[in-house]
């Protein structure tokens, strides 16, 4: 049972930070389910900024949002100087945020391919 509920926390940080980014105009805004395939986290969401301030911008919201609606602050935040990929830790969810470059040539989607929701309409 508290699998269950854990998995279902996990779901509602992933779900709150995808329509976040999307409202925010991230281009192509992906949930990954990841849990079956690694223990680092049970999703990933991914999105894209147009220019390294967007980058930043993008990940700001997301922290605010979350720490707003859900009480919860990230357990590390990675890359936020360069702002071509900043990476948002929350343990059961791991949030990346890219420039268009840094995400075709990391393609996080073709490494962790399984289950895949995208979200919004704002695509590249």
Not at 30 to 48: K, M, N, P
Request: hydrophobic share 40%; charged share 30%.
């Amino acid at each position: 049972m508290e699998e269950i509920k854990q998995k279902e926390h996990a779901r509602a940080i992933a779900e709150l930070a995808a329509k976040t980014l999307d409202s925010k105009k991230g281009l192509d805004v992906t949930l990954l389910e990841v849990g079956e395939q690694t223990i680092l986290a049970d999703y990933f969401v991914l999105s894209t900024g147009t220019a390294n301030t967007h980058v930043r911008a993008l990940a700001d919201e997301v922290e605010f949002k979350l720490k707003e609606e859900l009480g919860i602050e990230p357990t590390h935040i990675e890359g936020a100087a360069g702002n071509a990929w900043t990476l948002l830790d929350y343990g059961c969810v791991v949030i990346h945020i890219f420039t268009a470059q840094a995400r075709d040539f990391y393609k996080l989607e073709r490494l962790w391919s399984g289950n895949e929701i995208k979200f919004g309409g704002n695509e590249e």
